[in-house]
């Protein structure tokens, strides 16, 4: 009765809020919300992903399709942070699971965006919907130039110009750990598609002397 009650409370507020703020249901255009009750419905609806990558267990809070994309460019492209609430939940759940289900002490590690993202976004999309889901701001590895000298994602052909060798090369020696050796991690990041990030972020641990025990990711391409 009382989450119907508090449910009623926050329809009305959004209502109000919505006179002198227009917003429309990023899923179905529904006016004066962010993400309709329908549509919320429907993300929750979602199944988790389970996938391995470099050996580790990767859990993905959704797949990467549909609603669940839309919603990440919209925050990562047009700082819709209004929508984190939404994927922020499932991510901290699956977090606060890894870490329950880890060592005690264990790190947790996010795998940092590229320095061109975050210098456009100015926030970091996964520490926001870490925070969305009631987790402490993480450990970061470390951003470093790839072994050709040249810095990572710089200009040049993206990710996904790229063939699947061509990936790998550019991404090997990209990241760093410190402070890890010793210590058991989980990973977070946001996306995962190929997995080459995700597996250069293990291969950095390990060569600090950290042992990866999971892998966490907002979304993950179905593969």
Do not use: N
Not at 119 to 144: E, H, I, K, N, Y
Not at 166 to 173: I, K, N, P, Q, Y
């Amino acid at each position: 009765m009382g989450d119907g009650r508090e449910r009623a409370w926050q329809d009305a507020a959004l209502a109000v809020l919505g006179l002198f703020l227009p917003v429309a249901c990023v899923g179905c255009g529904t006016p004066d919300r962010a993400l309709c009750r329908a549509c919320r419905s429907v993300l929750d609806a979602r199944g988790r992903r389970v996938r391995l990558v470099a050996g580790v267990r990767l859990d993905a809070a959704f797949e990467y399709e549909g609603l669940v994309r839309t919603l990440l460019l919209e925050l990562k492209l047009r700082g819709r942070v209004d929508l984190g609430r939404h994927l922020g939940i499932r991510l901290g759940a699956l977090v606060r699971t890894a870490l329950a289900e880890a060592p005690p002490g264990t790190v947790l590690l996010r795998v940092p965006p590229s320095r061109r993202g975050a210098r456009r976004r100015g926030f970091d999309p996964v520490v926001l919907l870490l925070a969305r889901g009631g987790v402490r701001r993480p450990r970061s590895l470390q951003r470093v130039r790839s072994p050709d000298g040249v810095a990572p994602h710089a200009a040049g052909a993206g990710q996904k110009e790229r063939t699947a060798v061509e990936r790998v090369a550019a991404t090997v020696g990209t990241l760093r750990a410190v402070r890890v050796a010793g210590r058991d991690v989980v990973l977070v990041d946001d996306v995962v598609t190929t997995g080459v990030t995700m597996a250069e972020a293990v291969r950095a641990v390990h060569a600090a002397g950290g042992r990866v025990v999971r892998c966490v990711a907002v979304a993950s391409v179905d593969r």
